[in-house]
């Protein structure tokens, strides 16, 4: 059905919608794939006289109005009728024909996109005896260039079949404060928030998030410089109790969604900031929430070595569950970023880039996590996790026999406990002798934390079984590291330092943090020594404030000391973590 003018089809449609203008199009797709509800089934429990349910729309052209056409059986009713806070069209209300329940909006341009939880429907539920809600008939209205509208007539058959149970149905959760409502996680009792909460015997504090909540607070969340929207969801000290596992479920469509969003679980044991599409889509099958679980562990449970080691700082144990059932997590391409609440000793003050995180390997060793530090103005331990453990803060020392004079000892210090750079031997580090290309790329990718999966050829002249064969094959694959017309990289040649500024800067793009400021270079005498390929690299270190020269020059052709590749790559870690 076309109607030519928006205005009129806003009329019809107010004036209409009671008289059903829902009969499908001889047309209509089914799109039962498309208009969802949140949950196929829902055990009501045997004190609730209502229970929520969502329904969720797929990703979709943009539109600008959306109606429903819901058939009851058995002794339900509608309560209420909640739409996502983002839509801003009118609301039309529920009015019922032929037995059938007409509602929706109407917008007068095509403000949505779909792939969002489109309202929650609070039924009223009597009786024990089965009721369903079958979504038998949706219309996607879309303006047109020339100021009309055009319709799709969609009959989902959709189903959600409601039963009476003794209990919630949900793993672990049980109901908690006797208002009467199920909400459409099936956990707890359902908040003024829309989400729900209950302590369950075992110990397990569960917050169960439902699509609108969680929708709700990205509305409200903040943009960062690379365009992730980051929503915040907080449990309180005062909420847990004694509770030694706080468990929070999140719906997992707000995470497998074509917009870049993290979600940021703040909790009394630590803070977990989780990116989107953080499970990959094989192990992510048909799953449709995503618990994250934060566990506060007794160091006097763990093998004696890694008690020595931790002592009494925090250690907790991290995992996820899809639909509640536990997985084994790890995802290279979509690190989780951890927060631990520290308050270090004073003479642990004194040298911070000693103080690590780490986590316990299944043979019960302490491994340092490379990207945990200490930042003091947030008083936590913060490092990136590609793979859930049980992990806790250290703290260690590792020193050379050589650097105690070097300015760059603090650098060189803190990439060494960290296991990035190593030395020349157990006890030395040569921090005046020239580094190669080979080991300086090495360094870079091991502060970055990637490993690029590589196709294509290699370079010539770097064979398979090299010790950095793997970092280079990720240096090129990231965009790092080019070879010369002759296919080779050259790894055994030692860097100049406007080489070493060409890959420091790409490697910020490489990260995310692309460097975006240039700097004249006109006030170094030696700036006509750096070569065009370098001289946009060298510019926007410099505006940035990681290269400032010395003695008024650059020295671009001058080899890289293994002392000042440890204080650019200190500097670029710092940048990054």
């Known amino acids: 059905m076309k109607i030519k003018r928006i205005a009129v089809l806003l009329f019809i449609c107010c004036l209409v919608l009671p008289m059903n203008v829902f009969a499908a199009d001889t047309s209509a797709s089914s799109g039962a794939a498309l208009i969802q509800w949140s949950r196929q089934a829902v055990?009501?429990?045997?004190?609730?006289?209502?229970?929520?349910?969502?329904?969720?729309?797929?990703?979709?052209?943009?539109?600008?109005?959306?109606?429903?056409?819901?058939?009851?059986?058995?002794?339900?009713?509608?309560?209420?009728?909640?739409?996502?806070?983002?839509?801003?069209?009118?609301?039309?209300?529920?009015?019922?024909?032929?037995?059938?329940?007409?509602?929706?909006?109407?917008?007068?341009?095509?403000?949505?996109?779909?792939?969002?939880t489109v309202c929650t429907i609070t039924f009223n539920y009597a009786g024990n005896s089965p009721a369903a809600a079958t979504i038998v008939e949706t219309n996607v209205t879309t303006v047109t260039a020339a100021g009309g509208a055009d319709k799709e007539s969609l009959t989902p058959g959709n189903t959600v079949q409601i039963t009476r149970s003794a209990a919630t149905g949900s793993t672990g959760g049980t109901t908690g404060g006797g208002t009467g409502t199920t909400t459409d996680?099936?956990?707890?009792?359902?908040?003024?928030?829309?989400?729900?909460?209950?302590?369950?015997?075992?110990?397990?504090?569960?917050?169960?998030?439902?699509?609108?909540?969680?929708?709700?607070?990205?509305?409200?969340?903040?943009?960062?410089?690379?365009?992730?929207?980051?929503?915040?969801?907080?449990?309180?000290?005062?909420?847990?109790?004694?509770?030694?596992e706080i468990a929070v479920q999140l719906p997992y469509l707000i995470l497998n969604s074509s917009e870049h969003r993290s979600i940021r679980v703040e909790t009394p044991y630590g803070t977990v900031i989780i990116p989107d599409h953080?499970?990959?889509?094989?192990?992510?099958?048909?799953?449709?929430?995503?618990?994250?679980?934060?566990?506060?562990?007794?160091?006097?449970?763990?093998p004696s070595s890694a008690q020595q080691q931790?002592?009494?700082?925090?250690?907790?144990?991290?995992?996820?569950?899809?639909?509640?059932?536990?997985?084994?997590?790890?995802?290279?391409?979509?690190?989780?970023?951890?927060?631990?609440?520290?308050?270090?000793?004073?003479?642990?003050?004194?040298?911070?880039?000693?103080?690590?995180?780490?986590?316990?390997?299944?043979s019960g060793n302490v491994q340092i996590v490379p990207s945990g530090r200490y930042h003091a103005e947030a008083?936590?331990?913060?490092?990136?996790?590609?793979?859930?453990?049980?992990?806790?803060?250290?703290?260690?020392?590792?020193?050379?026999?050589?650097?105690?004079?070097?300015?760059?000892?603090?650098?060189?210090?803190?990439?060494?406990?960290?296991?990035i750079i190593t030395g020349t031997s157990a006890t030395r580090f040569a921090p005046g002798a020239d580094i190669t290309r080979a080991d300086f790329t090495k360094l870079l990718v091991g502060v970055l934390g990637k490993h690029a999966v590589v196709s294509g050829d290699g370079f010539a002249d770097v064979p398979a079984n090299a010790y950095y064969y793997d970092a280079v094959m990720t240096a090129k694959a990231l965009g790092l590291a080019s070879g010369s017309g002759n296919n080779e990289f050259r790894p055994k040649a030692s860097v100049t330092r406007q080489d070493m500024m060409v890959l420091l800067e790409r490697a910020f793009?490489?990260?995310?943090?692309?460097?975006?400021?240039?700097?004249?270079?006109?006030?170094?005498?030696?700036?006509?020594?750096?070569?065009?390929?370098?001289?946009?690299?060298?510019?926007?270190?410099?505006?940035?404030?990681?290269?400032?020269g010395s003695d008024g020059k650059l020295r671009p052709l001058d080899h890289l000391t293994r002392a000042e590749a440890a204080k650019v790559l200190h500097l670029l870690y710092e940048q990054l973590y």
């Open 43 to 116: 055990a009501v429990d045997s004190s609730a006289s209502t229970f929520s349910v969502n329904i969720v729309m797929g990703k979709h052209n943009p539109f600008s109005s959306l109606e429903f056409g819901v058939k009851l059986d058995g002794n339900i009713q509608i309560n209420s009728i909640k739409y996502n806070a983002a839509i801003s069209g009118s609301k039309v209300s529920d009015t019922i024909s032929n037995g059938t329940h007409y509602f929706g909006f109407f917008d007068t341009t095509n403000h949505y996109n779909g792939d969002f």
């Open 185 to 244: 996680t099936g956990t707890g009792t359902s908040t003024e928030s829309g989400s729900s909460s209950a302590q369950t015997d075992n110990g397990r504090y569960l917050l169960a998030v439902d699509d609108m909540t969680a929708l709700t607070a990205l509305e409200n969340g903040t943009k960062d410089a690379q365009g992730v929207t980051t929503a915040v969801i907080q449990v309180k000290q005062d909420d847990i109790g004694d509770a030694q």
């Open 278 to 302: 953080v499970i990959q889509a094989s192990q992510l099958g048909s799953a449709s929430t995503l618990t994250l679980v934060i566990s506060k562990v007794d160091a006097s449970v763990l």
């Open 310 to 362: 931790i002592g009494s700082r925090p250690v907790i144990d991290l995992s996820f569950e899809l639909d509640g059932k536990p997985i084994t997590w790890s995802n290279d391409d979509a690190p989780v970023t951890v927060m631990l609440p520290y308050s270090p000793t004073d003479a642990e003050r004194n040298d911070p880039n000693g103080i690590l995180a780490a986590y316990i390997d299944g």
């Open 379 to 419: 008083g936590t331990v913060i490092f990136q996790a590609t793979h859930f453990s049980t992990y806790g803060v250290v703290t260690a020392v590792k020193t050379f026999e050589d650097i105690a004079t070097s300015w760059a000892r603090k650098d060189i210090e803190a990439l060494a406990v960290r296991g």
């Open 509 to 548: 793009t490489a990260s995310g943090h692309p460097l975006t400021e240039k700097a004249a270079l006109t006030s170094y005498k030696d700036a006509k020594q750096v070569s065009a390929y370098a001289q946009e690299s060298v510019s926007k270190l410099i505006a940035s404030g990681i290269i400032s």
